[in-house]
């Protein structure tokens, strides 16, 4: 049996230390150092090993042509949109962490997962947040099949990986990662280094047995889970369950996936049966104004597979700060100000003292640079306080002189847009078919910026 050692991890990069210190040497961040095991190697040296899966047997090098390829098995969950989220169903062996602030809808999204897998695997929820009662009435409620649904309240990981070895589930969900902890540690559960060691137990669980697990993981108020980029490396695939407080739209993102495309995304609607699959999504992110509102500009966005119409709003408004705020809300706040930069100085629009907000519509992200020509044209539209002419959608990347450059896909998003009644489209002039209409819809092409706001003025 290997003695347990303690080494310490900086919570921000990940630098491993065997001694505590007060600075992490390789980002210079101060106090982020914290407990870890490592188990001491049977190796003579007396060098530390690992615990990972990896250096269980003993190594060698060979050819990849001499390595068997293993096709990943995988098993539909049923659920359209997680299923496509995950790449096409639910890979064996694969650990999920599933992120997202408290009370988004993780718990009810994983119950129902494990609902429609059902009777065709065997499946186990270990609940370290809610009581079995409490699971229970939840599961009658969505109204789930509850006999194939199997539940464990524990929170050492010692003892919930002894009952999935005698219960041998296939598929595993852990809620949440943050409320378990190890015998080994004497941190408190929750700490980063009590998260990262259960983590790395059940990795190391679910790809010697193959059993998939999918971990639930809060978000901190910094926007990391316990611990920026700890979690994350350790996991096959990284799904951020978004939304907005006041809106029953949750959005599910691949944020990172060893198994299929990341950016893909999956929407669901939250009523009181539980999560609902929303499977033609496009049209949901728009806000329904009887009127053109200035400030208010619609773009096609494709994140993912599928094309989405998103509305962007902006609020420009007289500053009475030194340094007026720039607050960017599902966008990134650097790249408005670098399109407001270009805006002063190829539109000859200067907003340097006026605060500038943004906020896309639903709560989602936006992370494609197609959304820079439409928040231009929100800030725009409400700096001027004149709505945008109605039934306009745009994209189009910004560059910093001022040209307008093409983004995948324009034709989908084109016929995306004309299919829900949008009139006129301005685009850049790469996207832009040979014909400048797509059915009813008028579409005018750009070169620069210039142009753009010369095609709104009139
Ligand atoms: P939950 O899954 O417990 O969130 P998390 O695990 O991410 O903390 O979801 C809790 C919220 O979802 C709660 O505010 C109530 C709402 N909800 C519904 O609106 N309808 C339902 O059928 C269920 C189960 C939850
Ligand atoms: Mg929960």
């Not at 896309?360 to 539209?381: H, N, W």
Request: aromatic share 4%; charged share 20%.
């Amino acid at each position: 049996m290997a003695k347990s050692k303690t080494a310490y991890v900086c919570n921000q990069c990940g630098a491993e230390y065997s001694k505590w210190q007060g600075q992490c040497e390789s980002c210079g961040a101060w106090n982020t150092l914290s407990e870890f095991v490592v188990e001491a190697a049977a190796a003579k040296n007396g060098a530390v090993k690992r615990t990972g899966y990896a250096g269980a047997a003993e190594a060698k090098i060979v050819a990849l042509t001499e390595v068997a390829a293993e096709a990943e098995t995988r098993v539909r969950i049923g659920m359209v949109e997680l299923d496509r989220v995950l790449g096409g169903g639910l890979v064996e062996g694969s650990v999920v962490l599933v992120g997202g602030d408290p009370g988004i809808g993780k718990s009810t999204l994983l119950l129902q997962t494990l609902g429609a897998l059902g009777a065709r695997l065997r499946t186990l929820y270990v609940s370290g947040e809610e009581s079995l009662a409490q699971i229970a009435a939840r599961a009658q409620r969505l109204g789930l099949p509850l006999a194939p649904l199997r539940c464990l309240a524990e929170t050492c990981i010692e003892r919930v990986i002894e009952h999935a070895q005698k219960d041998k589930p296939r598929a595993l969900v852990i809620d949440s990662i943050q409320t378990i902890w190890t015998e080994t540690l004497t941190a408190a559960p929750g700490s980063v280094s009590q998260v990262r060691e259960s983590a790395a137990r059940l990795v190391r669980y679910a790809k010697e047995t193959g059993t998939s697990i999918f971990l639930v993981g809060h978000v901190t108020k910094e926007g990391g889970i316990a611990g920026p980029r700890v979690l994350e490396h350790m996991v096959d695939a990284v799904l951020y369950f978004e939304g907005e407080s006041g809106s029953r739209f949750r959005v599910l993102r691949a944020f990172k996936n060893r198994f299929g495309a990341v950016n893909e995304l999956g929407v669901f609607a939250m009523g009181d049966k539980g999560l609902r699959e929303v499977p033609n999504p496009s049209a949901i992110f728009l806000s329904a104004h009887s009127a053109p509102t200035p400030g208010s500009a619609v773009m096609v966005t494709r994140e993912g597979t599928r094309p989405l119409l998103v509305e962007v709003q902006a609020l420009v408004d007289q500053s009475s700060l030194g340094n007026p705020r720039r607050v960017a809300l599902g966008l990134e706040q650097n790249r408005l100000a670098m399109l407001l930069a270009v805006l002063h100085r190829h539109g000859g629009i200067a907003v340097y003292d006026q605060d500038v907000f943004v906020n896309v519509v639903g709560g989602i992200r936006v992370q494609e640079t197609a959304a820079d020509l439409p928040v231009l044209l929100a800030v725009l539209s409400s700096f001027r306080d004149r709505p945008l002419p109605d039934k306009l959608v745009a994209f189009g990347e910004v560059g910093l002189s001022g040209e307008i450059r093409p983004v995948p896909n324009g034709e989908e998003r084109l016929r995306e847009a004309a299919t829900h009644g949008f009139l006129k489209a301005i685009v850049p002039k790469a996207n832009a078919p040979k014909k400048n209409k797509i059915g009813e819809m008028e579409i005018v092409a750009v070169e620069r910026l210039s142009e753009a706001l010369d095609a709104v003025a009139g």
